[in-house]
Nanobody
Framework: VQLQASGGGLVQAGGSLRLSCAAS????????MGWFRQAPGKERDFVGA????????YYADSVKGRFTISRDNAKNTVYLQMNSLKPEDTAVYYCAARQYSLSYLYTGAHEYDYWGQGTQVTVSS
């Protein structure tokens, strides 16, 4: 599967952005999806994950209550709605897919099979 992330940009603190991740392939609905982010000089960190059906999700503590993951299997797309953005949210955001995940949620980058190219999110103070 190929993943294409989009929707990043420059936003003021307190603002919102919605990232999209479009996937190729006919079996998108079988993949668990995750979002990660990487700031300059730092490791790639888990942001959130959603299961294949979209009825279960999990978030890093740093974004809980502000970010929401959703998916539209008919459109082969997963979304990351980001509200109340903070300067520390500035990073390149990556979407990732894991095949045969059933309803499990995965938080480790090494647990994902496919990655998108990343989209830059910059939050100004």
């Amino acid at each position: 599967v190929q993943l294409q992330a989009s929707g990043g940009g420059l936003v003021q603190a307190g603002g919102s952005l919605r990232l999209s991740c479009a996937a190729s392939g006919r079996t998108f609905s079988l993949y668990g999806m995750g979002w990660f982010r990487q700031a300059p000089g730092k490791e790639r960190d888990f942001v959130g994950a959603i299961n294949w059906s979209g009825d279960n999700s999990y978030y890093a503590d740093s974004v809980k209550g502000r970010f929401t993951i959703s998916r539209d299997n008919a459109k082969n797309t997963v979304y990351l709605q980001m509200n109340s953005l903070k300067p520390e949210d500035t990073a390149v955001y990556y979407c990732a897919a894991r095949q045969y995940s059933l309803s499990y949620l995965y938080t480790g980058a090494h647990e994902y099979d496919y990655w998108g190219q990343g989209t830059q999110v910059t939050v100004s103070s």
